[in-house]
């Protein structure tokens, strides 16, 4: 963790992602651990950050239009931020219709075949 990354020939796969990390890591001599926090706040992953207002506004900007189809939801604190965020930002995203109120069905199985 604490060594320069090298580049993994891939056989499969998507290799994206990892060029983008991998470009940043030799520009800057990184660590996989340095390259990994680099990588969680840089704009790969931009963070969404405010009021539930501000959130809810940036989030409907990314799904509208960005082309994203889900976001993953990452807590600055266990268990509370996805206690304040379902409680704040997602009745308002709900209340937009960019979030859903309910599945079509009862498990996710079900709903990924509706």
Wanted: with cysteine.
């Amino acid at each position: 963790i604490d060594k320069p990354i090298i580049d993994i020939p891939a056989e499969t796969g998507s290799r994206g992602s990892f060029d983008i990390i991998l470009q940043g890591t030799k520009a800057n001599n990184f660590t996989l651990c340095e390259a990994a926090k680099h990588f969680a706040i840089s704009e790969l992953c931009p963070q969404v950050v405010g009021t539930p207002q501000t959130v809810a506004d940036q989030l409907q900007e990314f799904f509208e239009n960005k082309g994203c189809d889900g976001f993953i939801v990452t807590p600055t604190e266990m268990p509370g931020s996805f206690e304040a965020f379902t409680r704040s930002v997602v009745p308002i995203l709900q209340k937009r219709g960019v979030f859903r109120k309910e599945y079509p069905g009862s498990t996710l199985r079900e709903t990924i075949k509706a």
